[in-house]
């Protein structure tokens, strides 16, 4: 599996949760030169988005100084129950997405 | 004229000295404060920057600068007349002066962000923060950095 989600499973209305995402990648800067000299051609994830029952809640532009393995925390109002959706965008035509649902009481 | 040993004791001795301050590390591949400003007017324009309501959470002394804990927070109530809009994350030294930028919205009820980073060097990690009101807030620290990452060699 490629993305590690943590999302609490169950909410009351109103509280406001922390989701946590954790994506393996190797997140290569293209700064870096091999021992012979040549340059390490850049591979990164330059963008996050989650979706919240299809409304964006958080989005993220991300850059070369982001460490290796994205790891993301934020927040977000627990409103209804319903499906977050994740979706990572990146260099070489990288694509991922994962779901996770919440019940909201 | 040789050198004599006491000499050469001396001046081995003011290389471990300038060996602790890591500024002396020649990098050609480094962003200047002049890229850090330009990168910051990019997202801020003319606006000005207060300092406050900005925390930003990252350990002053890392070993290894290939992954740095960091949070961002803003005292924000997060309601719909009065919420962070963004979050932008800026380094001095780096090869590129972006880290990262975070929007957020009312919805995010709290407005706090954490992620890992990378750091070149020893330097200084500018938060700067978008209001509702289009005021911006910064905070900077200065960090510690012993093992350097981004530029070094691959095995």
């Known amino acids: 599996m490629a993305a590690l989600i943590n999302v609490p499973a169950k909410a009351r209305r109103g509280d406001i949760i922390?989701?946590?995402?954790?994506?393996?990648?190797?997140?290569?800067?293209?700064?870096r030169h091999t021992a012979d000299g040549k340059l390490v051609p850049r591979d990164i994830i330059t963008s996050f988005t989650c979706r919240y029952n299809g409304?964006?809640?958080f989005r993220a532009d991300l850059f070369p100084a982001i460490a290796a393995n994205l790891y993301l925390s934020f927040f977000t109002v627990a409103k209804e129950s319903g499906k977050f959706e994740f979706e990572w965008i990146?260099?070489?035509?990288?694509?991922?997405?994962?779901?996770?649902?919440?019940?909201?009481? | 004229m040789p050198t004599t040993r006491r000499q050469f004791l001396s001046l081995a001795g003011g290389v471990t000295v300038?060996?602790?301050?890591?500024?002396?590390?020649l990098r050609p591949l480094e962003a200047t404060p002049a890229m850090l400003n330009a990168a910051?007017?990019?997202?801020?324009?003319?606006?000005?920057?207060?300092?406050?309501?900005?925390?930003?959470?990252?350990?002053?002394l890392v070993e290894n600068g290939n992954t740095v804990p960091m949070t961002v927070s803003v005292?924000?109530?997060?309601?719909?007349?009065?919420?962070?809009?963004?979050?932008?994350?800026?380094n001095e030294k780096n090869p590129q002066p972006n880290i990262g930028n975070f929007y957020l919205?009312?919805?995010?009820?709290?407005?706090?962000?954490?992620?890992?980073?990378?750091l070149a060097d020893t330097q200084k990690v500018v938060a700067i923060a978008r209001l509702s009101d289009d005021t911006f807030w910064q905070i900077a620290a200065e960090i510690v950095v012993t093992l350097a990452a981004c530029t070094e060699e691959m095995n």
């Open chain 2, 75 to 90: 005292a924000s109530a997060m309601t719909a007349d009065d919420h962070v809009k963004s979050i932008h994350v800026f």
């Open chain 1, 90 to 105: 990146g260099d070489n035509g990288y694509s991922s997405t994962a779901s996770a649902s919440i019940i909201v009481e």
């Open chain 1, 18 to 31: 922390e989701i946590r995402t954790l994506t393996s990648h190797i997140m290569e800067t293209g700064f």
């Open chain 2, 40 to 60: 910051i007017r990019n997202v801020v324009g003319e606006a000005q920057i207060r300092s406050g309501r900005v925390k930003l959470d990252i350990p002053p």
């Open chain 2, 105 to 118: 919205s009312p919805s995010s009820g709290r407005a706090q962000v954490s992620t890992r980073i990378r």
């Open chain 1, 55 to 57: 409304t964006e809640i």
């Open chain 2, 18 to 25: 300038a060996g602790a301050v890591p500024i002396v590390t």
